[in-house]
């Protein structure tokens, strides 16, 4: 037996819906988007959502201050 969690079968019906958020969402497994999807109800718009969300960080970053020293990048 190994130590990986045991793997959930996803129907292949939602397949596509799971490639589909994974295009938007990006960086979640198979197994992750199927089990927000039935937190959300089978909703692929919130489901979606609320995967982005847990990508973002908990604050925003700080703008720099005047006592920063100069950005090496110029827009």
Known sequence: MSGGGSRV???AGVRPTIQNIKEIA???SDEEIYAMLKEC???PNETAQK???QGLPSHPPSPPRASD??????A
Do not use: A, E, K, Y
């Open 9 to 11: 079968s996803i129907p």
């Open 26 to 28: 990006g960086n979640h």
């Open 41 to 43: 109800g089978m909703d």
């Open 51 to 53: 995967l982005l969300l």
């Open 69 to 74: 020293p100069p950005s090496l990048f110029r």
